[in-house]
């Protein structure tokens, strides 16, 4: 877990307004995810990658935009398309190997809109 | 794709009392199956994990275990503590997809 940093811890979004939300990760790890968690929900997948330079889309990415340039970089963008953003987002990390599924979170950053 | 139900959403015990969260999946072909603990704020940490060839799995107060006949697997807390309060989620492995699908979670409370 301590591999993965996200940030900002908090972060506030205007009307009308992009925000891009930090993940970073050392362990040199293929995969990344981006989830978004509701209060008092699960855990919903909103995009992943599975290399560097390629991404799919998961169960909710409509309104969000990613980029996977770096290996060790996959920032989010929560664009002013998405009309109800205010979440926790958890940003998580696998080796991506056959027996190595294993997916390690970041601290997460939480969202709220002003 | 992989769906994953678990149950019940929400467990109330005292403590020292067990707890069993179950989870039942749809993809035949999943073959590994993690847990998460998160508490209020926190991230979720992976507690223990199955895959499809061991039927059970133990460490210390935590056991799971997979009926793959069934599609069901289970998360068994023995000797709860208050500590042990918390959000669990189950997850199971989307084969098509290579990632995980996780339950809605169950918030366990353990009443000293």
Redesign the interface.
């Known amino acids: ?1 301590g591999g993965i940093t996200q940030s900002p811890k908090y972060l506030f979004r205007k009307e009308g307004q992009n925000v891009t939300l930090s993940c970073e990760q050392n362990l040199n790890h293929d ?1 990344m ?1 981006w989830y978004r968690q509701d209060p008092g ?3 919903r ?1 909103i995009y ?1 990658s ?1 290399i560097v330079n390629d991404f ?1 889309k ?1 169960d909710i990415a409509e309104g969000y935009s990613v980029s996977r340039e770096k290996k060790e970089s996959f920032p989010l963008t929560v664009t002013s398309a998405q009309k109800n953003p205010t979440a926790f987002y ?1 940003c998580a990390s696998s080796t ?1 190997q056959p ?1 190595q ?8 950053t939480r969202l709220l809109v002003l | 794709g992989e769906n994953v139900e678990q149950h019940p959403s929400t467990l109330s015990v005292q403590e020292g009392d067990s707890a069993v969260i179950k989870c039942t999946y749809s993809d035949s072909a999943s073959n590994y199956f993690p847990w998460y603990k998160q508490e209020l704020g926190k991230r979720p940490q992976l507690i223990i994990d199955i895959r499809s060839n061991v039927g059970e799995k133990k460490d210390q107060r935590i056991a799971v275990t997979l009926n793959k006949t069934a599609k069901h697997f289970s998360l068994h807390i023995t000797e709860t503590q208050p500590e042990d309060s918390a959000v669990y989620f189950c997850a199971g492995m989307d084969t098509g997809f290579q990632k995980l699908v996780f339950g809605t979670g169950t918030r366990l409370l353990v009443s000293p």
């Open positions: 877990d995969a995810y929900q699960g855990l997948l992943y599975q799919q998961g958890l991506g027996g599924e294993t997916q390690y979170f970041g601290p997460g």
